[in-house]
Structures are given as structure tokens and as C-alpha cells.
């Protein structure tokens, strides 16, 4: 090595994550904090979101063709949910309705949740 050329770390590149933690004061602002590090996909007739829940990753997938809701993988037709899971599922479509290219799937997701919603009063009521 050549005199006063010492050796200088290289410059850490920014990862995904540093970017993130950059922006999450605007985030939180939005009042997105609810879904830590979400990740959202929009497909033609399906949206997904995938963030961390506690300790644990989780997911909410809609599907709009087949008209249905996906938690964890799982149907949410055949589960018994928490309050904690029933307030996922609707802040899931707070969070669609914040851009104009979810317009259609929002309002089919809250159809679709309405009729599980009704669905479980009534079976509360019997």
C-alpha cells in the first residue's frame, strides 16, 4: 500500500431496511403504524399484505374473483377470529382505500367483509 493511501471502509450502502427506518416518521404520520414494515402487492383482481403482527409475520390476501379473505393463509369463512384479528381485517381496507388504483377491490373487500361480519352476528345470535 502506498504511503498516505490508507484504507478506507467502504461506504455502507443503503439497504431496503435503512431506507424504511429513513421514511417511518412519514409513515407513522399516515397512521400506517398500525401494519410494522408492511409490504403491499396489487395484482388485477387480488391484494396482499404481508407485516409483522407481534413477534410473528402475518398476511391478509383478498381475492377478489373468488370473493374471499386470507388470513395467515387461512379463510377467514372457516376460523373463529380475535378482536385483534377482526381489527386487521379492517384496517386492511383503511389501508386500501388510501390509493386511487385500489378503488374497485376496496369496495368488493368491504362487501365481502360486511357479509362476514353479518354472518357473525348471527351465529352469535343462535
Not at 467502504?10 to 439497504?15: V, Y
Not at 417511518?24 to 391484494?47: I, M, Q, S, T
Not at 373463529?80 to 384496517?91: A, I, K, N, V, Y
Request: one cysteine or more; a positive charge.
Amino acid at each position: 500500500m502506498k504511503r498516505g493511501m490508507e484504507s478506507q471502509p467502504p461506504e455502507k450502502a443503503k439497504t431496503q431496511a435503512d431506507l424504511l427506518a429513513s421514511q417511518r416518521p412519514y409513515v407513522a404520520a399516515r397512521d400506517l403504524g398500525y401494519f410494522r414494515e408492511a409490504r403491499f402487492f396489487l395484482g388485477k383482481n387480488r391484494a396482499t399484505l404481508t407485516f409483522f403482527s407481534g413477534s410473528e409475520v402475518a398476511s391478509i390476501h383478498y381475492d377478489m374473483v373468488r370473493d374471499e379473505i386470507f388470513l395467515k393463509g387461512h379463510n377467514v369463512k372457516n376460523m373463529t377470529l380475535t378482536e385483534e384479528q377482526w381489527t386487521s381485517l379492517h384496517r386492511f381496507a383503511d389501508y386500501l382505500s388510501e390509493s386511487p388504483k385500489t378503488k374497485a377491490i376496496l369496495q368488493a373487500y368491504r362487501n365481502c367483509l360486511d357479509q362476514l361480519m353479518l354472518r357473525r352476528m348471527q351465529n352469535a345470535a343462535k
